[in-house]
């Protein structure tokens, strides 16, 4: 009993505690375009980046791109491929392979200059995708 | 540490949370289908309370552990006078009714311009506590897996109180414990409410750890599995369940070759145990006998020094 007090009082402690004030982060947001890339299950897919706020197109960033099945949490993912910059500002590549065809929340991670995560939910058919929550 | 390797035990970690809880039900003798909701419940109330309102995330994960252990005690109040194929019925309605409600609920408020909060089935985005403070993957892998921790601690704890024994004899016969003086309703509304906020908890982590949440996301496909890693891992130990999830998410996500074949296999594994091993891989008498070799093996290494002190003190006492 003594040591489930002991416990209670450092959630209450840790409850207090706070990392410090969120500082202003540059959010950014993305538009997704993926195709076929002819193989079972591959897409080609195009991401431009740019500053939520100004509009201002990312560039020079490591961007990773991986993606779950939002029906199946955990369970169904793509593992993350890293992307690659094209000469046109805020504008990134990559080819996803995916499990199964389906609706799939494409997550873009950004590190370097800009850190932040941006979803898109994109559903996979076999000749199309389209994109639901963009 | 490798991305995707801190993302599967990431995931593994939070959905452990809902393992737990759905394991805690199982001692008491109840297959709940609904554990899911108040995952659903903790990742929208964490959400809520770091992205909209501000507030620290400590603070916010204690306020979803609160509303899911609230919720969970009030609906067990009606549904735990039922039984067996009732009772998981209700708990599935419960849950669905939770992810319609979800669906449907709209409170976005606008920060820094941008509309933030829940969206009907669009989902709730932006929940970047980790990222507005600079919380990296990694860090927040170690504080699930400490929280984790705590919570392994009190089924520890609860496993060697007073209080685990009667849920385990209420899980054995309701009635005998009934007929023993132990009020069962009251215990297993306690039961629900800590189950309700372990699986809260657990929730809140999954929306900061992802960012991201939809209502789809708690639907039945999660509630099956919470239930499947206990009766999988084991009702021996909570650790039973922890060996579900690990098995699930831990082996079959690195074994791609099975790729999208991996529910078939994991129903498969389902059917088999519970022919096999129908409370699990460490159910009660493996956990006995683990105890057991662990003693004996504590045991001859004691022993073991003891003989080598006293050959020692004989050698020292000659020279």
Request: hydrophobic share 50%; proline share 3%; glycine share 12%.
């Amino acid at each position: 009993m003594k040591a489930m007090v002991r416990a209670l009082a450092v959630m209450i402690a840790l409850a207090v505690w706070h990392p410090g004030a969120a500082h202003a982060q540059v959010r950014a947001k993305a538009e997704v375009t993926c195709v076929s890339a002819g193989e079972k299950l591959h897409y080609d897919c195009i991401f431009t980046l740019a500053n939520a706020r100004s509009g201002e197109p990312i560039s020079g960033v490591t961007l990773s791109v991986g993606a779950d099945m939002p029906s199946m949490p955990g369970m169904h993912n793509a593992p993350p491929v890293k992307a690659t910059e094209q000469p046109a500002k805020g504008v990134y590549t990559a080819r996803l392979v995916l499990e199964m065809h389906g609706d799939w929340a494409v997550r873009l991670d950004l590190s370097g200059a800009v850190r932040d995560r941006v979803i898109a939910v994109l559903r996979f058919e076999d000749d199309q995708v389209t994109s639901i929550k963009p | 540490m490798d991305p995707y390797l801190v993302s599967v035990l990431s995931n593994t970690g939070v959905i452990s949370f809902v393992a737990l809880s759905a394991y805690l039900l199982l001692l008491t003798g109840e297959v709940s289908f609904g554990q899911q909701a108040f995952f659903a419940i903790g990742a929208y109330a964490a959400g809520i309370a770091t992205a909209m309102w501000g507030w620290p995330l400590a603070l916010a994960l204690v306020w979803s552990a609160a509303a899911g252990a609230g919720c969970a005690a009030l609906i067990g109040i009606p549904t735990l006078r039922l039984h067996g194929v009732y009772f998981a019925i209700a708990t599935l309605a419960f849950a669905e009714m939770v992810r319609i409600l979800f669906e449907l609920l709209r409170y976005r408020v606008e920060i820094d311009g941008q509309l933030v909060g829940p969206d009907g089935t669009d989902g709730f985005r932006d929940i970047r506590y980790i990222f507005d403070n600079n919380i990296e993957e990694f860090e927040f892998l170690v504080l699930i897996y400490a929280v984790l921790a705590i919570v392994l601690l009190g089924f520890m704890l609860l496993e060697r109180s007073r209080l685990g024994v009667m849920f385990r004899m209420i899980g054995g016969d309701a009635t005998l414990a009934s007929l023993q003086g132990i009020a069962v309703a009251r215990y297993k509304v306690l039961a629900a409410g800590i189950a309700g906020g372990l699986a809260a908890v657990g929730g809140g982590l999954y929306a900061h750890l992802t960012t991201y949440v939809e209502p789809r996301i708690f639907d039945v496909m999660l509630g099956v599995h919470t239930l499947a890693y206990g009766l999988i891992g084991g009702l021996g130990t909570a650790l039973g369940p922890l060996l579900g999830v690990a098995i699930d998410i831990g082996l079959l996500e690195s074994v791609r070759i099975f790729a999208g074949y991996r529910m078939i296999i994991f129903g498969g594994l389902v059917a088999l145990l519970l022919i096999v091993r129908p409370r699990g891989l460490l159910d009660e008498r493996a956990v006995h006998k683990i105890g057991q070799l662990l003693r004996r093996a504590t045991r001859g290494t004691a022993s073991m020094h003891d003989s080598t002190g006293a050959e020692g003190r004989t050698k020292g006492g000659l020279q």
